[in-house]
Each structure stands twice: as structure tokens, then as C-alpha cells.
């Protein structure tokens, strides 16, 4: 079973740039979701997604991170303008439904540093 | 909210058991996960464990939940130096839309 897939794993920036990450989940997967994870700390929740509903994005700085999920499949993340403190790894997971227990799958991460 | 704490770093021989620990504040998370972050490498789930059982054993790894001190550890017995990585233990927040809560990871060294 193919896992999560990631692109671009990893991308250099100049501040107020934009970039985009793109995340396609393992099949079947209605769950998806973004973290960001912050060198030295442990990944928060950007945003989450049942098929291509927002489930929660609370914690996503909504005047420069957008995010999309399209017919419930692929994901887009994209940041603009950038800064410095964006500078993380992006990390696209998902499971196969919003249920209490069901196994969240974590792809490998898309690197962003942000000079 | 929930809060998720562990202990940044832990150092040990090869052979030896390895013991990480992680508090998490609150009462009502369900399900408490592991996971294993490898230098370059997205988050690997090792083991979970249900908020009704005590202990998980699944090969080397054994999770002990203690619910009244809100305590979870990860033992790795014989630990190898390919066990050498970032763990992070989380907490599935069931009053906050079900969201896994991370504590800041625990970076294991395994010396030869």
C-alpha cells in the first residue's frame, strides 16, 4: 500500500515569496490533514479536512496559509508571503475516517526554509 | 486544552532498556500514540494504547499507561543504534475535535 506522498520535499524561499505543497493521502483516506512542525518541537495542526470540508483550522494564520482539497483527494498548502518564521517542515498525514482510535499516517515531510 | 510534556533527551548504551516518558494533562484523551521520527523522515506510528488498558506490549516495545498520574512511557528493550531517533508521544484531544497533540519530541541516543 502506497503511503502518503509529499512534493516537493524541500524549498528554499525568499521572505514574502510564495510556495505551495502539494499531499495526495493513502487511498481511501477521507481524513487529511496539515502540521507543521517547527525544528525542535513537536508537529501542530494547521488544518483538517473530511473529504474536502474543513474540519478544523483554527490554528492556521488564515491572513498568509490557505489550504485546498479539491474532490477529497489531493491537497494543496500554500503559504504567501512568506516569513522567516514559516521556515519549518510541512508534514501532510491522513486516516480513513474521523473516528476516535483510527490510525493517523504521516508522509515524509516537505522542508521549507524561508531566508 | 491538552498539554503534552516529555523530557528532550535520553542517552544509553547498546543492549541497555530505554525508557522515554510523557505526561499529558488532559483526563478525557482516549488514545495516546508513539511515534518515531527518523533525522529527515516524516513521523513512523510505532504503538498506541487505549485509555482502558494499562500496558501494551508489542515486541521490544512495552507502553505503560498510568491514568491517575496522566503518565505514559515507552520502553525499548535491548535497544539498538538504529533505534536512534526522535520520539514523540501524542494524545488524541477528544474535546478538541479529535486532534493528536504532540509533546516536543525525545531524542534518543544509543551509543555502541
Known amino acids: 500500500e502506497a503511503g502518503v506522498a509529499q512534493s516537493p520535499r524541500y524549498k528554499i524561499i525568499e521572505k514574502r515569496q510564495s510556495v505551495a505543497f502539494w499531499c495526495n493521502p493513502i487511498?481511501?483516506?477521507?481524513?487529511l490533514y496539515w502540521y507543521q512542525q517547527i525544528l525542535g518541537q513537536g508537529p501542530k495542526l494547521l488544518i483538517q479536512?473530511?473529504?474536502?470540508?474543513?474540519?478544523?483550522d483554527s490554528q492556521l494564520p488564515k491572513d498568509r496559509f490557505s489550504a485546498e482539497r479539491l474532490k477529497g483527494v489531493d491537497s494543496t498548502l500554500k503559504i504567501q508571503p512568506a516569513k522567516l518564521e514559516d521556515s519549518a517542515v510541512y508534514l501532510c498525514a491522513s486516516s480513513f475516517e474521523l473516528v476516535v482510535g483510527n490510525t493517523i499516517y504521516f508522509g515524509e515531510g516537505s522542508w521549507l526554509t524561508v531566508v | 486544552g491538552e498539554d503534552v510534556e516529555q523530557s528532550l533527551f535520553l542517552s544509553v548504551r547498546e543492549g541497555d532498556s530505554s525508557v522515554i516518558n510523557c505526561t499529558y494533562t488532559d483526563s478525557s484523551s482516549t488514545y495516546l500514540y508513539w511515534y518515531k521520527q527518523e533525522p529527515g523522515a516524516g513521523l513512523q506510528l510505532l504503538t498506541y494504547i487505549f485509555s482502558n488498558m494499562d500496558m501494551k506490549q508489542d515486541q521490544r516495545l512495552t507502553v505503560l499507561l498510568n491514568k491517575k498520574d496522566k503518565h505514559l512511557s515507552l520502553r525499548i528493550a535491548d535497544t539498538q543504534t538504529g533505534d536512534s531517533a526522535i520520539y514523540f508521544c501524542a494524545a488524541l484531544a477528544w474535546n478538541q475535535g479529535g486532534k493528536l497533540i504532540f509533546g516536543q519530541g525525545t531524542e534518543l541516543s544509543v551509543k555502541p
Open positions: 487511498s481511501g483516506h477521507a481524513t
Open positions: 479536512f473530511q473529504n474536502n470540508g474543513v474540519v478544523d
